[in-house]
């Protein structure tokens, strides 16, 4: 398997995600705005991720705000 690339579709508001080479043979839409492309032997191969630019947002967002309630909740207890 190579490298995975990334690309981003300013224009559209796409982020691509190519973890393998080989053309697509289907793709399942696993949540709203996210497909995961499959090549011929049912294999991951790519992801596609719809307004991305939201979707990273509020990834980041959640998961700092996250870790912020971890730290306060290990200060309170000690």
Do not use: C, W
């Not at 011929?40 to 509020?58: H, P, W």
């Amino acid at each position: 398997m190579r490298k995975a690339r990334m690309a981003y579709f300013e224009e559209d508001d796409v982020l691509h995600l190519a973890v393998s080479d080989g053309p697509e043979a289907r793709s399942i839409e696993i949540s709203p705005n996210i497909t995961a492309e499959l090549n011929e032997k049912g294999e991951l191969i790519g992801i596609e991720i719809l307004n991305a630019s939201i979707f990273v947002r509020d990834s980041i967002l959640e998961s700092v705000q996250g870790k912020v309630l971890d730290l306060s909740r290990a200060k309170s207890a000690g």
